[in-house]
């Protein structure tokens, strides 16, 4: 017995079965801040010994992070900790001019983007898709090469390129209560947005190479042509009035009109009826706005 109490004291106090920060291997870190992973994972500033680490209780704690989908944690001796983290996987940046947030395909505010937006503010990007951002060197920056596992530096290199290869949506509608991290946004709101993220110049037939989208309390949801100078007001969207189920014809009158007049178009309003598509307004050779004109609906 004597020795057994020996044996349990040299493993219980030994400082070789104590984890500090140096012993905690991440993988799968991308969008998670690691300063507020590690922050998740108790008493790890105070060196536990690896006996009072239980990898469900770092699987819960992590598992309250917003970026975290899932987590896997494995405790191995003499005093090593492997964490493994399934983040969400970001399909947009949402962005309201004062924060910005990566959204998932639930169509929640996971992780902060504020950095991403104010980058694409100030670079003017060749876009393949409506706000499709380009990195600083203007090539477009690979979303499926990041997770991978490898070290936390390569990973947030690789998470900070993917997000800023992400579209974004300007939303500057004002609301009663802005959304907040861990929020979502609201079911019609994700249906409308994934449909318009998802229209580039090809499918429009377009030459525009800059393409971006917003939404305003006038107008509604509005995708901007930058370096043409047109835009097409796909308006609000309501379960009634105007579903999200109308955005696929409302792009396909948008490619007729495009094809007829593109390098003329100034404003294009995709009010759908039986025979038209809405109204449209030109500019003239001096570049002056002509008067509405019906956009007939073709085929």
């Not at 004002?174 to 947005?193: H, R």
């Not at 007829?260 to 598509?277: K, T, W």
């Amino acid at each position: 017995m004597v020795t057994v109490t020996a044996l349990l004291f040299w493993l219980l106090t030994d400082d070789t079965f104590q984890v500090t920060e140096a012993n905690v291997t991440f993988m799968g870190l991308q969008h998670a801040d690691e300063a507020e992973v590690r922050a998740h994972l108790s008493d790890l500033e105070r060196a536990p010994n690896v006996f009072r680490m239980r990898a469900s209780d770092i699987v819960r704690d992590l598992s309250q992070l917003t970026e975290v989908d899932a987590a896997y944690a494995s405790v191995t001796l003499p005093a090593s900790v492997t964490v493994e983290l399934d983040e969400r996987e970001p399909l947009f940046i949402w962005s309201n001019g004062e924060v910005s947030w990566l959204v998932d395909a639930d169509g929640m505010l996971f992780s902060p983007a504020d950095d991403v937006v104010a980058l694409a503010d100030d670079v003017v990007a060749v876009a393949d898709g409506a706000g499709n951002a380009a990195d600083g060197a203007g090539n477009a920056a690979d979303p499926g090469s990041a997770g991978d596992g490898a070290p936390s530096e390569a990973a947030s290199d690789r998470g900070s390129a993917a997000r800023a290869a992400l579209p974004i949506v300007k939303d500057a509608r004002i609301v009663p209560v802005p959304p907040t991290e861990g929020s979502y946004l609201s079911a019609m709101d994700l249906a409308v947005m994934r449909q318009l993220l998802a229209v580039t110049p090809e499918l429009l037939g377009s030459k525009s190479r800059d393409l971006r989208l917003s939404v305003d309390q006038n107008d509604g949801y509005v995708l901007e042509s930058r370096d043409l100078g047109w835009d097409a007001v796909f308006g609000p969207y309501t379960p009634s009035l105007q579903p999200a189920t109308v955005v696929p014809s409302q792009v396909q009158c948008l490619r007729w009109t495009l094809a007829a007049r593109e390098p003329r178009l100034d404003r294009v309003r995709l009010a759908l009826s039986d025979d038209y598509c809405g109204t449209f307004t030109e500019r003239d050779k001096k570049g002056t706005k002509q008067a509405p004109k019906q956009a007939p609906k073709q085929g």
